[in-house]
């Protein structure tokens, strides 16, 4: 009886335990349909940000309106960073400080047979620095503009000498009442850190081929040398000749009247009552000072007629970067079997992979290889903008080209504001060098540098000891006095590596090796001379160059298409991207971004140049080919 009853009760618990579990696992059930729900719910959202992400928006170009073109930053011929990094740098807020050269020729040259473009306003004020040639190659383009009969006008608060430039070959130039335009020449004025470097008992130890090779000068003296000096005389000039000369005639002005504006400021502007503006006007730079509200009238007018509608507050208007997103998008159509690929090379040659901005020796040699396997490819133009850099990189390089021209397409560099010493390295081997007549090229030479910190840590009472297997042991040491081997060693290498540049430079040219070497060991020339010394074969920017590259390949105009190729991202860089597109306004409207404010940062970034510039050079011998060519 008591077994039955027990047995009774350990059914009945059985039953109600099936029961609850049976409720608690129909609770889980449609807990798990709801977060199963919830995450397919996420994933769609997900997938439906990520094709909208897909999908630009595509602006609208208004009928009647004003091209707004308005660089920001430097001119230059390919943007620094990845498409990554310049997106996350839009998110946290940080300029780019750059404006692709292509972008605003392009945009013009759209423009001029849209009839949805009324007039062109040059925006100026952003321009913050630009090689000559590239100004020159933005400039006749605006001339090209003009032929069409529609109005270009510059505006801005006041205009440098490289934003001047541009403005002066606009129909009219329109600045503010408080406005200046300091036009002080070409000047190349360098740090140099000798005294600095003795002071901290660093021994700096300098190996170099070319009395004209200065780029090591800066750790090495305490004053521009002779011959640097000579140099930079001869090219400055000739920049600053070209630079008037063009302003002048554009403006219509005398042809020492740049010179003389510079040369006689004080009195100048004594005349015009201290009033910069007033001094510019009354010297013929501007057309009219204006208000920024009067700039507005004016260009309203210009857009919407002379007697425009009371009721029409402003005029339609569209930025270059907008307009030509929407142009680029109703112009894509099937690619074509004869293909002019344009490769960038801008920025420091350095040995790796590098991003754009920087020239890596494997990252070009892969882009390179990619253009040499595509049949469709029928030429090869090599735009440069390099001082140069890493002398084993820029081989890297030449050899890469080498292998596309064993292919029997043709080579063609177009040479922009500066392709010196490894610049010039990775450019001689073409089948034809164009260059901008007021390109700074040349700088054929070779340099290395070695610190030692002995003295250093002597004062320090640090004092290094030791032994070594071999007579070489220890003598390349950082912490320890150069050794004497090492020294040699260098010296002959450096030697070896001046010879095998313009060995090459002679069998490339096709000169003789004594020719070369008059016009090498480290000499800066601008273009137009280093044509006459057979370094350079033509002047003309890069459309000369890509048509040259098509008839050297057979094709006439209209009968090949021009692909400028870049670096490809992976898919989970293209998602990434796309994401912190996305992200962009988020980050703006929560005020994101550095908190350092714009020109203390350019401040900081000027004083960190000379140890960036140290820190990223890493060629395998340190051995570079490296030109200091800057000019303020």
Known sequence: MGIGLQKKRSKWFMSVLRLVKSLFAGVWRVLNGVRKGLHLGFLLLLVIVLLASVVPDQPQIPRDAALIISPQGSLVDQLS????????????????????????????????????????????????????????????????????????????????????????????????PMGNIPIDGYSRYLPYYRSAIDSLYIDFHVWTVGEYKSFVEPITRDDMSPEDRESSEIFLGALWDAYQADVTAARGLPSDALQSYADNAVALLTEAGGNTAQMALDYGLVDELLARNQIRERVKRLVNGEEPDDEKEDYARIGYADYLKAVQAGERGPSSENKIAVIVASGTILDGSQPPGSVGGDSMSAMIRSVSEDEDVKALVLRVDSPGGSAFASDVILRELEAFQNSGRPLVVSMSSVAASGGYWISMGADEIWASPTTITGSIGVGATFPTFSRSLDQLGIHVDGLGTTRLSGQANLLRELGPDVNEIIQQVIEHTYDEFIGQVAEFRDKDLNEVDEVARGRIWIATDAQEHGLVDKLGDLDDAVASAAELAGFAEGEYQIEFVEEELSFVELIALKLTIILAPVSKFLNIGPQIPEAFQRLLDVAAEPFRFVDQLND?????????????
Do not use: W
């Not at 997106?87 to 605003?104: C, H």
């Not at 395998?620 to 303020?632: G, K, N, Q, S, T």
């Open 81 to 176: 960073g990845d498409p990554l990094e310049q997106a996350f740098a839009k998110v946290r807020g940080i300029s780019l400080n750059e404006t692709l050269l292509r972008d605003l020729v392009d945009a013009l040259r759209a423009a001029k047979d849209d009839e949805r473009i009324e007039v062109v306003v040059l925006q100026l004020d952003g321009l913050t620095g630009s090689g000559l040639s590239k100004l020159q190659e933005l400039s006749g383009e605006i001339l090209r503009f003009k032929e069409s009969g529609k109005s270009i006008i510059a505006i801005g608060d006041t205009f440098d000498r490289n934003q001047y430039y541009i403005a002066a070959h606009a129909d009219e130039i329109y600045m503010s």
């Open 620 to 632: 395998p011998r340190d051995l570079y080919v490296y030109c200091f060519c800057e000019i303020r």
